[in-house]
């Protein structure tokens, strides 16, 4: 799982210093974990992003930034609470959801918003 910096997140993601309006840079859609160290819900969130990450290989990138290294990427985002898990699809606007997500959910955002597929009720 990368983590980005300011440079890295302008080239993979968004280059909001040239771009006012949201323009994806990426080849692979993406989730981004917006996580600091000290936080327990983000202790929680990162192996499960982990195992998303090794099960979509090859049709999504997991990203982490760590807001307390990363402040202005942060505010860019309007990041108040953590973990905030921004999902970037290819086409359209990026979707920002809070907390500690189960696994479920976020696969479940990954066909949806990521992969723009219908999830499936198992039955």
């Known amino acids: 799982m990368e983590h980005l910096t300011k440079e890295t ?16 840079e990426g080849d692979l ?4 974990d917006f996580y600091a ?3 327990q ?13 090794e099960e979509y290989k090859g049709k999504i990138n997991v990203y982490k930034i760590n807001t307390e290294e990363q402040q202005e990427l942060a ?15 290819k086409e359209g606007q990026p979707q920002m959801a809070q907390g500690a ?13 990521l992969l723009g597929e219908e ?5």
Not at 29 to 32: A, E, S
Not at 42 to 53: F, Q, R, T, Y
Not at 101 to 113: D, N, R
């Open 41 to 53: 819900p983000c202790k929680i969130v990162s192996p499960i992003l982990e195992e998303l990450g």
């Open 119 to 123: 999830v499936q009720e198992q039955q």
């Open 101 to 113: 997500i189960p696994k479920e959910s976020l696969k479940e955002a990954i066909h949806k918003v």
């Open 9 to 24: 997140f302008l080239e993979k993601v968004f280059n909001y210093e040239q771009n006012k309006e949201w323009k994806f």
């Open 37 to 39: 160290d000290w936080c």
């Open 75 to 89: 505010a860019a985002f309007g990041i108040k609470s953590i973990p905030s898990i921004l999902f970037c699809p």
């Open 29 to 32: 859609p993406c989730i981004i």
